[in-house]
């Protein structure tokens, strides 16, 4: 064994290896990886092998394209086979919102490039004979489906990264991980120590384990899969080629071919969790108990549509446990608060995913970048909030939902209502709907007294339609009351805040008493934040930025942090905020403060501390509805106080309480961009149309050589706002954009615009078609509906009623 190398990959399954891979494969060949068994000795070796492009995210699902197509190339590199068999597949809908769904998936696929198309039930059932039509409407056919052999793909990356100068340790376990002053890591094994600069925790079905030598909770839990394997079945032995995988949604199974039958999957309902707390370190190449009751349901519903499959009876089971995060994608990248430590666990689906997680933590670690968008799988997207009771809940209910449809307007109720601010009863007796946001519930819009505060989950529009559209016009004409809590608020301070400041944000600080709106760039001068930024005097700046990100952030801004001049802080739950919008918004702010808040003393962009309500409060004049309108922010044991006397001195001012649906249609009525969706570490601020928002006259700030560089050269994509001639369902996001008939870009978001009457999407699309004003066309569930670019924002354009006096 060495006594010193520059990376320790925990784990010989098949993203271990993977990792290993991608680790020599860029140049980091002094890498070892430990495996305390055989390689595959986790989930690895009894997986189906099954692969698809198959993910409601549509960047992990361009990662596992990348996956299916590298194992020519790891075969070609080691020598070893990986039994490839691609065979397409057909994914079945038994109903017309099935039928949305798959519609929906297909045209994703079109910008990414997969390939997917719909057919027609009688297309299925000439292409998979198996099925009884009867119980189908019609399909979606998916080139890139097929399965490989698990074992052979492990030892396929293994050899290929020993071939690069990269060594194994078969049979030595790793007992602890010690971090070291200088950064590195010693490894403690049964077989000797060693010394890692960087230590990657794939360790699989043991991540929990291995994270805890680290002082870690990681949020996975394996969960039992069951699998049986039909005798022969004459038609497949008749059928010319291999037989196509198949998903049937209705019966929650999937299957493919496995010698002269077939091997046939089920997620069912009631799934059952394994090792809750702790994973055996004594289990390796086994299996466990079958339990066949737990899936008949499921087997009954295939054996009915696809009768064949009766007719051959079961010949094996397999029962084994695999592991999920609790949103079912993986869960990778550096880990904040621990110098040099990676993980790459949680990886439901090793065949389809393993190859595109170890490429992008091999960017990570080798070039400080993924170097593509892995939001959806990054360790950041959850915080300490996510325990291991929450990740119970989670996981039982993703795995119970894997082959359901997730309607865009469906809020999972697992887990909730988990974080809360004081007035999340109030807001519950007003009607409202919530959502959960990094863990903490957000009223979504308020259902009118007398009614039930329930959301019918659709792809259409749904009974929030017009709700919400009360609620916005309430904010366009008088005023309206939102909760602005789940931003993530940080506070910096001390004699280098502003310099660092700067340093670390595209647009200049603001002065005292003012605000500003600045991006954050990354090296290769890419959005990695949008945040305000808020100058209270002093040398104290409050900092507010996309809840969901606030992990993230603080992993950069931390990262970032000269040793000494700055302190940073996130505030969390301790200061909460509520909006008000609209016309009236002053007149109500006026009657709550002695301040003087006239549009002289306190302008557009102004921030300052005043008395709210006899509360001790932060007041920004800022609205992302594009209204007149204040950010209040309080202590959290302030907040009820604030929200009552606001309510109160409201009532005769036409206030009238708004949610997350309403903001939507009032921001893409502005054209307004949000954190995640039109702003992501894949996009320039130009193509995001943020440059007003970078100050190039700044001497120094992360990513502006890269800003530099960029201006000279003609942007790629433009950001720009659609009018879509919409039927009854409005773009959600992720919708292909055709031009002339062709694929040319991509929504970011949609939704109905109330005020102005009219659907509304934004997205991407080539620079040279950014200034087009005809030929564009929007596919929504599965009709190509017309769209015109909107040059200016639909509503206000100059701003105006922001600036209002
Ligand atoms: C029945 C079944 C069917 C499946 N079918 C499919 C499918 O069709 N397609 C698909 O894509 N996925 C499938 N999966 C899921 C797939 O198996 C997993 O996604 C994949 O195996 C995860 O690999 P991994 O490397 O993350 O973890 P693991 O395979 O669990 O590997 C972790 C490795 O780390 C080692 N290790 C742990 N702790 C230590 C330590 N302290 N020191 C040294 N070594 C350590 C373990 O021994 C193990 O070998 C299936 C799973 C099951 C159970």
Not at 135 to 164: C, I, M, Q
Request: with cysteine; hydrophobic share 40%; net charge neutral.
């Amino acid at each position: 064994m060495k006594s010193h190398t520059q990376v320790v990959v925990i784990g010989g399954g098949v993203v271990g290896a993977s990792v290993l891979y991608h680790l020599a494969k860029a140049g980091w060949t002094d890498a070892v990886l430990i495996e305390r068994d055989e390689l595959t000795s986790g989930s690895t070796w009894h997986a189906a092998g099954g692969m698809n492009t198959f993910n409601g995210d549509p960047n992990v699902a361009k990662l596992q394209k990348y996956t299916i197509e590298l194992y020519r190339e790891i075969e070609e590199a080691s020598g070893q086979s990986c039994s490839i068999h691609i065979t397409a597949g057909v994914d079945l809908a038994g109903t017309p919102e099935r039928m949305d769904f798959l519609k929906v998936a297909c045209a994703r696929a079109r910008y990414l490039g997969l390939g997917m198309e719909i057919i027609s039930i009688d297309e299925a059932a000439r292409i998979f004979p198996l099925l009884d039509k009867r119980h189908f409407v019609g399909a979606l056919y998916n080139p890139l489906e097929g399965h490989v052999d698990p074992s052979g793909v492990t030892h396929a990356y293994a050899k290929a990264a020993r071939k690069l100068g990269a060594e194994v340790y078969r049979f030595t376990r790793v007992s602890d991980t010690r971090p070291r002053p200088d950064g590195s890591w010693e490894i403690i094994t049964d077989k000797g120590n060693l010394v890692a600069e960087h230590v990657v925790n794939a360790a699989g079905l043991w991540a929990r384990e291995v994270g805890r030598f680290a002082g870690l909770e990681l949020p996975v839990l394996a969960m039992e899969h069951q699998y049986i394997v039909t005798g022969d079945i004459p038609e497949v032995i008749a059928s010319p080629k291999e037989v196509l995988h198949a998903i049937d949604f209705e019966g929650e199974i999937y299957m493919r071919q496995e010698g002269r039958g077939m091997l046939i999957g089920t997620y069912e309902k009631a799934g059952v969790p394994w090792a809750e707390r702790e994973t055996p370190w004594n289990f390796a190449h086994e299996l466990l108990a079958p339990d066949l009751d737990r899936i008949a349901g499921s087997l009954e519903v295939g054996f009915r549509h696809f009768p064949p499959l009766e007719r051959a009876g079961i010949k094996r089971i397999v029962n084994g446990p695999f592991t999920f995060a609790p949103d079912g994608n993986p869960i990778v990248g550096p880990v904040r608060g621990l110098k040099n430590y990676w993980v790459a666990c949680g990886v439901m689906a090793g065949f389809s995913q393993g190859g595109g997680v170890g490429l992008a933590l091999a960017n990570w670690m080798v070039h400080g970048d993924p170097e593509f968008d892995v939001w959806a799988m990054d360790v950041a997207r959850f915080g300490d909030w996510a325990t291991m009771a929450y990740t119970n809940a989670k996981v039982r209910e993703n795995y119970s939902r894997r082959f359901r449809i997730r309607f865009p307007n469906e809020e999972l109720p697992a887990a909730r209502p988990l974080r809360m601010t004081p007035i999340y009863d109030r807001l519950a007796a007003k009607g409202a709907v919530f959502g959960a946001a990094f863990g903490l519930g957000h009223a979504l819009w308020f259902a009118p007294a007398g009614t039930e505060a329930r959301e019918d989950v659709t792809y259409r529009r749904s009974n929030a339609h017009g709700p919400v559209g009360e609620e916005c016009r309430a904010v366009r004409n008088a005023v309206g009351l939102s909760e602005t809590s789940s931003f993530a608020k940080y506070e910096v301070s001390g004699p280098d805040a502003g310099t660092w400041l700067e340093r670390t944000l595209a647009n200049g600080l603001p002065r005292e008493g003012r605000l500003t709106l600045s991006p954050m760039l990354n090296e290769s001068g890419r959005l990695i934040g949008d945040f305000t930024v808020t100058n209270a005097g002093r040398g104290r700046f409050f900092v507010f930025g996309s809840g969901i990100a606030e992990q993230y952030h603080l992993r950069w801004f931390e990262k970032h942090l000269p040793v000494s001049g700055v302190a940073m802080r996130a505030l969390r739950t301790e200061l909460l905020g509520l909006a008000i919008a609209g016309p009236n918004a002053r007149t109500l702010l006026s009657r709550l403060t002695g301040d003087d808040v006239s549009n002289a003393a306190f302008p557009f962009l102004s921030f300052r501390a005043m008395e709210v309500a006899m509360l001790p409060a932060h007041v920004g004049r800022i609205s992302f509805t594009g209204e007149l309108g204040y950010e209040i922010w309080v202590p959290a044991d302030c907040q009820i106080a604030l929200y009552d006397a606001i309510v109160a001195a409201g009532a005769d001012l036409g206030l009238r309480h708004f949610g997350a649906r309403a903001l939507n249609s009032l921001r893409l009525e502005k054209s307004f961009g949000n954190w995640a969706r039109e702003y992501r570490p894949i996009y320039t601020p130009a193509e995001a149309r943020l440059e007003r928002f970078v100050d190039i006259s700044k001497p120094e700030f992360v990513g502006r050589d890269a800003v530099l560089h960029d201006r000279d050269k003609t942007h790629s994509r433009r950001l720009v706002t659609f009018v879509v001639d919409a039927g009854d369902a409005d773009t959600i996001g992720d919708e292909p954009v055709w031009h002339d008939g062709k694929v040319v870009g991509w929504v970011t978001s949609g939704g109905y615009g109330h005020c102005v009457g009219k659907s509304i999407a934004v997205g991407y699309v080539p620079a040279a078609l950014a200034l087009a004003t005809s030929g564009f066309e929007i596919e929504i569930l599965g009709e190509r509906r017309c769209a015109a670019i909107s040059a200016q924002p639909l509503y206000d354009p100059t701003g105006e009623r922001m600036r209002r006096g």
